[in-house]
Antibody
Framework: EVQVVESGGGLVKPGGSLRLSCIVS????????MNWVRQAPGKGPEWVAS????????YYADSLRGRFTISRDNAKNSLFLQMNSLTAEDTAVYYC??????????WGQGTLVTVSS | EIVLTQSPGTLSLSLGERATLSCRAS???????LAWYQQKPGQAPRLLIY???SRATGVPDRFSGSGSGTDFTLTISRLEPEDFAVYYC??????????FGQGTQLEIK
């Protein structure tokens, strides 16, 4: 059974940083691209970043302006998202999701990030 | 950049009725890259349809997808209580990124 579990969310002040983690099981992690997707309260999902299976190709949403960094550790079946210079607009549930062709076939339960003073 | 517009924003129907949800793309898209998701409160989105018309594993056959070019449709043939949720369409674009519509809220009438 595929399992995807995010952690690391919480309350952070504007301008602060946070590092999200995602640990997976039930599939060969090193064979799949992985993604972060966020969803602000009452809004639709917004794709944030993607990293290829080997980690050699990385893509970000244009709106992030270089503030976020996606990375992975295939030996530990883990995905990360380093978020810097956070603003209130970054408040959202952050999901880790595995690619399945041109879709996101497996999602975690999400971790809530709240940016507020 | 492709924009996906879903309609209606809210759809109110009764149990057993047929639901038709629309997703329109701002430019022609590759059908094999069009997907639909269902999201219930407090849960992550769940993949329903991929390749515009193929059901994901475990999805009941009352769900069907169709369309091509710029116009795509998700149809639920006979609404069950568990079908009332928010539905999103999604397009995969290049360079790798996933574009979502704003969603259609399906509510019980």
């Amino acid at each position: 059974e595929v399992q995807v579990v995010e952690s690391g969310g919480g309350l952070v002040k504007p301008g602060g940083s946070l590092r999200l983690s995602c640990i997976v099981s039930g599939f060969t992690f090193s064979s799949y691209s992985m993604n972060w997707v966020r969803q602000a309260p009452g809004k639709g999902p917004e794709w944030v970043a993607s990293i290829s299976a080997s980690g050699g190709y990385i893509y970000y949403a244009d709106s992030l302006r270089g503030r976020f960094t996606i990375s992975r550790d295939n030996a530990k079946n883990s995905l990360f998202l380093q978020m810097n210079s956070l603003t209130a607009e970054d408040t959202a549930v952050y999901y880790c999701a595995r690619e399945a062709g041109a879709t996101l076939g497996y999602w975690g339960q999400g971790t809530l990030v709240t940016v507020s003073s | 950049e492709i924009v996906l517009t879903q309609s209606p924003g809210t759809l109110s129907l009764s149990l057993g009725e047929r639901a038709t949800l629309s997703c329109r793309a701002s430019q022609s898209v590759i059908s094999s890259y069009l997907a639909w998701y269902q999201q219930k409160p407090g849960q992550a989105p769940r993949l329903l349809i991929y390749g515009a018309s193929s059901r994901a594993t475990g999805v009941p056959d009352r769900f069907s997808g169709s369309g091509s070019g710029t116009d795509f449709t998700l149809t639920i043939s006979r609404l069950e209580p568990e079908d009332f949720a928010v539905y999103y369409c999604q397009q995969f674009d290049s360079p790798p990124r996933y574009i979502f519509g704003q969603g259609t809220q399906l509510e019980i009438k």
